[in-house]
């Protein structure tokens, strides 16, 4: 009876096939790691908490993924840190003075990763695909109302349909990434660059390779080295738990970690460590109102509940002095951010002047303001929150925190921003780019989860995408006013999410670029 | 014999579908739809552009619809695409299988290398000192959060003894992990075996091997062993149906390459396909493993297999 039911629990094709799978197991876990290990150790080994979502840089918003896909893509133009742009791939630019079309001029003798040669016709390629509505780039809108492209010899003509001045600065950003066209075979997609880092291989949540691309010229002016990276290969493994990122980190089996922030206090005063915290992020964190709900429609309450912010103790007990206190509702370093200017405008930390506002709206000890102090969660701003909604009770405000998972928060912010009666809510949230225009994105009707405000902003909104130089510069402080004054927005921190990097100090030369981008050009890594 | 395997692989794959179902309906109940989270970091995404990739995703279409369609196309072996990164879903989870079976089944030979011989020395030492010491090592085994433990491990034999790596998914990255699950598991293990043989020492066909003056070790081995593994078996395929599917918070700490750390990122982009799959892998190793526990109680117990 035994072998009788043997047989028939297993038969032989069963029994094989359960040994190919096993045997798949024990190969790729013996042999696939351990030779690949033994053999070709990496230069540089990263650790970071989660992976890339898509190395399409035109089917992805999401920072870790365009992390890695600005190693393997470059841009058209470049950006320095006081924010001015630079050649890039194209070695000079124009602007119609209808300022409805942009040509560019790109270099000579740029090849891909796969040999092929990379020229106007190859970034006019990139670009159309862009902004082709059946690639579902996420960040279509961001190209702006191109209508159509062209290319003459080595000269790639862009017209928009209307006057588009974040354009230039938006090339600039690793949203931008330009692609050669041999990255595209049908739906596949393969990603090859011209940038400074060739993709190995990518085994999906567990370890992006990439090697040097000893053909590479740097244009980037935040990179020193001119040619090839100076290390030959980087891993990047994905180590969910910050506890074992720091241990791997500690125990040198990665030189480089996504530390969290408790660890990094610990890290920056130990000598054997060295901390990164970008100040190019572009990333800025506000605080808004539902605004549309009484008593939040009063300007004085929403600018009572800023006086109650004390943001000096966000940043040095939530943020471990990691961050700054940014006045301006764009982050500092971008173009057009005048940062003292923009605290002549805001509200500043005055309790006791805020009491005074709530009390002239008729709220006080005995008729204490209730709101919903509506969040996500994320490392730093959950003990922010929790300090803020003391800063509120000190005022006599009743904050009662919801958090919220991301996904969730946004969805429901959306229907939050959209309510005119009911329990007024007020939240904070974060944005980056590298052009002040992110504030249409934002504010512009309807606007990021409806936060839009009116037609006055949305017309000076309008006004500095068609403005240019000075002129739009001074918009852009119109619109800071504006925002300001009426305390649509309380600037917060910046920067504020995945700022953070440690390595060993064996590690040199890294930088952070802006929006978080990760730059191991100038890289060397003792032995 | 076989007519009852038979009408228990229907059952099975009627309770399949009836899963498929539910996770296809009950993922929809969760807040947040996977647009908003995959555009949680873009504020460039427009309502426009949002809108456009909803339909394309065919999130766009009513929730019966997107359920009904599943489980036409999971019938046929086709578990879609992620929404992430546009991959199937099928080949990511059976690339990260051997992974996870080679952990479970790591994990599993710990639980029983250590659960077996507890239990059967606090039974055989009922109320003396190895049973407390054993129940002692049982109740800490259950109550010790594995992440806990793991991180511990980590600590001790990668950080400060440096004899394993951190992470990885190597041969000698599987030792801490499947200690983890192994030391926690055999908890329950031993729990068991010991309940099971304390039972059976009670039994008259005990007392009577004993009464034809059986030694000791022959009434254990020829008449405790056998009837206590019909028990045992059955804690070894929940532990192992538990091992396949629940490992998931043991394959992030220590970042081992298997379908539950696929599971996680999965549910934290809400990437709905693949969520699915995970479940569908989830449910048919707890399915096949009751499938399989069925079959071999008839071998170990024939009496079940008499009409």
């Given amino acids: 009876m035994y072998s009788g039911c043997h047989g028939f629990l297993l038969p032989t ?87 409805k079309s942009y040509s560019f001029i790109l270099r000579d003798g740029l090849t891909c990763h796969d040999g092929t040669v990379f020229d106007a016709a190859a970034a006019k390629f990139s670009v159309d695909r862009a902004v082709n509505p059946e690639t579902n780039n996420p960040n279509s809108a961001a190209w702006g109302p191109i209508t159509a492209t062209s290319v003459d010899h080595n000269t790639l003509t862009v017209n928009l349909s209307a006057p588009y001045a974040p354009f230039p600065a938006f090339l600039t950003s690793i949203q931008a990434a330009v692609i050669c066209p041999s990255s595209v075979v049908g739906t596949a997609f393969k990603p090859i660059g011209t940038g400074p880092f060739k993709l190995v291989s990518w085994t999906r949540n567990d370890r992006i390779t990439l090697e040097a691309n000893p053909a590479y010229r740097n244009f980037n002016p935040l990179i020193t080295n001119p040619g090839a990276p100076h290390i030959a290969k980087i891993e990047f493994a994905v180590i969910p738990e910050a506890v074992a990122r720091m241990a791997a980190l500690r125990s040198g089996e990665v030189q480089m970690a996504e530390p969290s922030l408790e660890e990094t206090a610990d890290l920056s005063k130990d000598k054997n460590f060295r901390v990164y915290a970008s100040d190019l992020s572009g990333q800025q964190m506000v605080m808004a109102f539902t605004w549309k709900i009484k008593p939040l429609d009063n300007p004085d309450v929403r600018r009572a509940i800023g006086m109650a912010l004390n943001r000096d103790a966000y940043r040095d007990i939530a943020f471990q002095g990691l961050v700054s206190t940014a006045d301006c509702p764009v982050a500092p370093h971008l ?96 944005m ?87 730059l191991f050009n100038d890289v060397t890594v003792a032995p | 014999m076989l007519g009852a395997i038979a009408r228990r692989l229907a059952a099975s794959a009627a309770t399949l579908i009836a899963v498929i179902i539910l996770a296809g ?80 089944v790591s994990g599993l030979g710990v639980a029983l290398a250590i659960g077996l011989p507890l239990g059967f020395v606090a039974a055989l030492n009922r109320n003396g000192l190895g049973d407390s010491v054993v129940m002692l090592i049982a109740v800490l085994g259950v109550s010790i959060p594995s992440f806990w433990l793991g991180l511990v491990l980590l600590q001790v034999f990668s950080l400060d003894l440096g004899w394993l790596p951190v992470a990885g998914s190597g041969w000698r990255n599987m030792i801490l992990p499947a200690l983890t699950l ?73 970042s081992w390459n298997g379908i539950g750390r696929l599971a996680i990122q999965a549910m934290l982009q809400r990437d709905y396909p693949l969520i699915q799959g995970f479940i569908i892998v989830f449910a048919s190793s707890v399915v096949l493993v009751s499938v399989v526990l069925d079959i071999l109680y008839r071998i170990l117990d024939p009496r079940l297999s008499r009409p």
């Fill in chain 2, 182 to 254: 192994g030391v926690t598991y055999s908890a329950l293990v031993a729990r068991m075996t010991r309940s099971t043989v304390i039972e059976i020492l009670g039994e008259d066909y005990v007392r009577t091997a004993r009464a034809r003056g059986l030694r000791e070790w022959q009434v254990l081995s020829i008449h405790v062993l056998r009837p206590a593994l019909i028990n045992i078996v059955t804690v070894v395929g929940l532990v192992f149906a538990y091992l396949m599917g629940g490992q998931v918070i043991i394959e992030n700490v220590f």
């Fill in chain 2, 25 to 104: 309906l009950l993922i929809h109940i969760v807040p947040g739809d996977p647009v908003t989270a995959m555009m949680a970091q873009s504020v460039t995404a427009t309502p426009e552009v949002m809108a456009e990739m909803r339909r394309h995703l065919g999130l766009d279409l009513p929730v019966w619809q997107q359920v009904g369609l599943y489980l036409f196309h999971v019938v046929q072996g086709d578990l879609g695409l992620t929404i992430r990164g546009n991959e199937p879903v099928l080949t990511l989870l059976i690339q990260r299988l051997p992974n996870t079976f080679m952990l479970a």
């Fill in chain 1, 432 to 518: 980056s780019g590298v052009d002040p225009d992110y504030l249409s994105f934002l504010w512009k009707r309807p606007g990021f989860v409806n936060m839009g405000i009116g037609p006055e902003l949305d017309g000076m909104l309008e006004d500095q995408r068609r403005l240019s130089g000075a002129a739009r510069t001074e918009k852009i402080h119109e619109i800071d006013k504006y925002l300001l004054q009426n305390a649509y927005a309380v600037p917060l921190l910046s920067p504020g999410w995945g700022w953070l990097m440690a390595s060993t100090t064996k590690v040199e030369g890294f930088k952070m670029g802006f929006m978080v981008s990760l």
């Fill in chain 1, 335 to 430: 173009p057009a951010t005048d940062e003292a200017l923009c605290r002549s405008y805001g509200v500043s930390y005055d309790p006791v002047a805020a009491k005074a506002l709530l009390a002239k709206a008729g709220y006080g000890p005995d008729k204490p303001l209730k709101v919903i102090l509506s969040v996500h969660k994320l490392p730093g701003w959950d003990e922010m929150h929790q300090i803020m909604q003391q800063d509120l009770a000190t005022i006599g405000v009743q904050a009662d925190i919801e958090t919220r998972e991301v996904a969730a928060f946004f969805d429901h912010m959306k229907g939050e921003n959209e309510r005119t009666t009911g329990t007024p809510v007020v939240w904070t949230m974060g």
């Fill in chain 1, 13 to 99: 094709t069963v029994r094989r096939a359960l040994a190919r799978v096993v045997l798949a197991g024990v190969s790729s876990i013996v042999l696939g790691h351990g030779a690949a290990r033994a053999a070709d150790a990496p230069a540089l080994v990263v650790a970071r908490s989660v992976d890339a979502d898509n190395l399409d840089p035109q089917k992805t918003a999401n920072t870790q993924s365009l992390q890695i896909t600005n190693l393997v893509f470059d841009t058209l133009l470049t950006m320095a840190r006081d924010g001015s742009i630079h050649p890039g791939l194209a070695e000079s630019w124009t602007a119609a003075p209808d300022g």
